[in-house]
């Protein structure tokens, strides 16, 4: 018989969680507004609102915690962290900030300033924060994803691609005067953490190199992609995870990155450049807003532990564990009958909430409700990828009606184990058994302008 795959590590701290009851559940999330996000971590038995800044680090990492030192500038663990990026992912200059968002606020503040309603920006869905810098500056976010991630029940293995077609014609209609940048985010969060195959990568570049347009990717789970890359394409199946990180870099002009995923840290973002002049200029935005540039916002210890996380994260025996184990709760789903984004992507499972509540208007916000059901049955935290984060219409205040209504289970990183994921999928499936009892969702309280889902206060309807 052959041996069954675990875990490639031992678990040596354990944190204890609290069992609470259904009538503290309910509560507490109606206090909260039914914003799980307003929900306080000891009222969560398993958390999967983020994969963001929640693994657990390696004793190796620890172990760079503890001699990390604290220089304002050029600290030790900086120059760890630059040999990393060099060895790892092939950039010569690079700034480091406190969390992948930031990284967006300077590059986009260089390369868009304040104001900049003519500029375009192409990508495949455009994650919450990327969108609203964006849209914050007046700019347009444009979502050339292909047509088949939008089908939750595709057998497609690289769903992350972005459309050809569509982005030559954006890149021909707006040329470089209008497109300051493509950002292609991989693995791509918003249609359910799908890869991007290396053909795509390779076209898109070729395509940017044609007209003149920077490339760069929003690469917090690049490894993750790097391992769909190995598994699912042909001709790379002999080529290790590093091997393939370092192809598919060489075809970017830089990259935004939140360490806090495929880092696997507590916090920290990378922004990186080819260019030394765009490089330059980015500095003074990252002094402003992050601090010096060899540490942006972060200790020293903070660096010499992502500069460590980076290396583990292009491990294959580690991907295989930590994809598998998201695989596993998503096929456990779908062997219940629960519409899931298909295949399973690297870092969560995204439930289809339309399926799964069709008789909820999606202005009732099905993703959110079912993300408050979870929680209420069985203590498990999720986040909706659907209308609520979608925001309103940065111009004409409408609501906008995404096509995927998600709710995500984010698996932090060397967390939890088989059984965690196996309650999980035993929740789910008690609502999806009586699915047609909850009849009406959300109505809306108050909102923030951008970003509402952190924020916002919701009603019962």
Request: aromatic letters at 12%; hydrophobic letters at 40%.
């Amino acid at each position: 018989m052959e041996l069954p795959r675990i875990e490639p590590y031992k678990i040596k701290m354990v944190e204890p969680v609290l069992f609470s009851s259904r009538e503290d559940r309910e509560r507490w999330i109606r206090e909260a507004d039914y914003n799980l996000f307003n929900l306080k971590s000891e009222q969560v038995l398993i958390d999967v609102l983020t994969d963001s800044g929640t693994g657990a680090m390696s004793q190796k990492q620890w172990a760079e915690i503890m001699l990390g030192d604290e220089s304002y500038a050029g600290a030790t663990s900086y120059y760890k962290l630059k040999n990393a990026i060099s060895e790892l992912l092939g950039f010569p200059f690079f700034l480091p900030t406190h969390q992948g968002r930031a990284a967006e606020n300077v590059l986009f503040q260089t390369l868009l300033g304040h104001d900049a309603p003519d500029q375009v920006i192409p990508g495949n869905s455009h994650f919450d924060t990327t969108k609203g810098h964006i849209e914050f500056r007046h700019a347009k976010p444009l979502d050339i994803t292909i047509d088949e991630a939008f089908d939750t029940t595709l057998e497609h293995p690289f769903k992350g691609n972005l459309n050809l077609v569509k982005l030559e014609a954006a890149l021909r209609e707006y040329g470089p005067a209008r497109i300051p940048l493509v950002l292609v985010t991989v693995t791509c969060n918003s249609s359910g953490g799908q890869p991007v195959s290396m053909a795509n990568l390779r076209a898109v570049s070729d395509l940017c190199k044609k007209y003149g347009v920077r490339l760069f990717f929003d690469a917090a789970r690049f490894a993750e992609n790097a391992y769909f890359i190995k598994v699912r394409e042909p001709g790379f199946a002999d080529s290790t995870i590093r091997e393939i990180v370092r192809e598919m870099f060489s075809y970017a002009d830089g990259f935004t990155m939140s360490a806090k995923k495929d880092g696997i840290v507590n916090i920290g973002g990378l922004l990186a450049f080819r260019d030394e002049d765009l490089f330059k200029k980015c500095c003074t935005f990252n002094i402003i807003y992050e601090g010096y540039i060899t540490y942006g916002g972060l200790a020293g210890r903070d660096l010499g532990a992502l500069s460590q996380g980076l290396y583990e994260s292009t491990e294959f025996d580690y991907l295989q564990a930590r994809v598998g184990q998201v695989e596993y709760l998503g096929k456990r789903l779908r062997e219940f009958g629960i519409p899931v984004q298909w295949p399973i992507g690297g870092h969560a499972v995204f439930v289809d909430a339309k399926k799964f509540f069709p008789h909820i208007p999606q202005d009732e916000f099905p993703a959110q409700l079912l993300g408050v059901e979870l929680y209420i049955e069985a203590g498990v935290r999720a986040v909706e990828i659907g209308m609520l984060l979608a925001d309103r219409d940065p111009v004409t205040r409408q609501e906008r009606y995404p096509a995927l209504e998600l709710l995500r289970l984010a698996i932090p990183r060397r967390v939890y184990n088989q059984q965690h994921m196996e309650y999980m999928a035993v929740a789910l499936k008690n609502l999806w058994d009586r699915r047609e009892s909850i009849t009406r969702g959300f109505g809306i309280v108050s909102e923030a302008p951008i970003m509402r889902h952190f924020t916002v206060r919701l009603r019962r309807l």
